[in-house]
T-cell receptor, first 115, second 114 residues
Framework: DAGITQSPRHKVTETGTPVTLRCHQT?????MYWYRQDPGHGLRLIHY???????DKGEVSDGYSVSRSKTEDFLLTLESATSSQTSVYFC??????????????FGDGTRLSIL | AQSVAQPEDQVNVAEGNPLTVKCTYS??????LFWYVQYPNRGLQFLLK??????LVKGSYGFEAEFNKSQTSFHLKKPSALVSDSALYFC????????????FGSGTKLNVKP
């Protein structure tokens, strides 16, 4: 398995609180992604990074921010959590350059519940 | 807009029978195509991919997929299903001209009954 660690694995918090999820990789891959998975929607891209300090928005980025200060770490922050952000969050990594056919590799997810 | 469709939420098949999980896509150019599998409480695992060449691609655990350019489809197949194949399957597409992003289908739950 690819070296991807997500933390925490489970979290319960209250509406309005800030939440930060961490993704750590040991593969030195350039690309990192944050997805959320909800029933009936599959995976939806929140944000992605194509290098240190280089990030861009995905299709469901509202209410989320990200940071990548080191190659190995990609943080996802919910500035003020809402119940609609209750979901399972997955981090993924992939290699870069002209190797666009390289697949993504996924962490085991963070189950986030916002009450 | 780019999109990936998995028309069946669930596929039921008896053990030993062949299985097919369908995927069609609407992505410009000639995208890269992928299949992933997800077991409960785990992340997605890569099964196989299509880059170019032979339309039949072989992957992990005896799975294969058939690419059809005219129908823009990439169906996942296995000649003989196992109970342990029961899982959630996702089709994904990556635009060759903008491979910053992957586009995922909504997933198909495969149930293999003994």
């Amino acid at each position: 398995d690819a070296g991807i660690t997500q933390s925490p694995r489970h979290k319960v918090t209250e509406t309005g609180t800030p939440v930060t999820l961490r993704c750590h990789q040991t593969e030195n891959h350039r690309y990192m992604y944050w997805y959320r998975q909800d029933p009936g929607h599959g995976l939806r891209l929140i944000h992605y990074s194509y290098g240190v300090k280089d990030t861009d928005k995905g299709e469901v980025s509202d209410g989320y921010s990200v940071s990548r200060s080191k190659t190995e770490d990609f943080l996802l922050t919910l500035e003020s959590a809402t119940s609609s952000q209750t979901s399972v969050y997955f981090c993924a990594i992939s290699e870069s350059g002209s190797m666009g056919h390289q697949p993504q590799h996924f962490g085991d997810g963070t189950r986030l519940s916002i009450l | 807009a780019q999109s990936v469709a998995q028309p069946e939420d669930q596929v039921n098949v008896a053990e030993g029978n062949p299985l097919t999980v369908k995927c069609t896509y609407s992505v410009s150019g000639n995208p890269y195509l992928f299949w992933y599998v997800q077991y409960p409480n785990r992340g997605l695992q890569f099964l196989l991919k299509y880059i170019t060449g032979d339309n039949l691609v072989k992957g992990s655990y005896g799975f294969e997929a058939e690419f059809n350019k005219s129908q823009t489809s990439f169906h996942l197949k296995k000649p003989s299903a196992l109970v342990s194949d029961s899982a959630l399957y996702f089709c994904a597409v990556r635009d060759r001209n903008n491979f910053n992003k992957f586009y995922f289908g909504s997933g198909t739950k495969l149930n293999v009954k003994p």
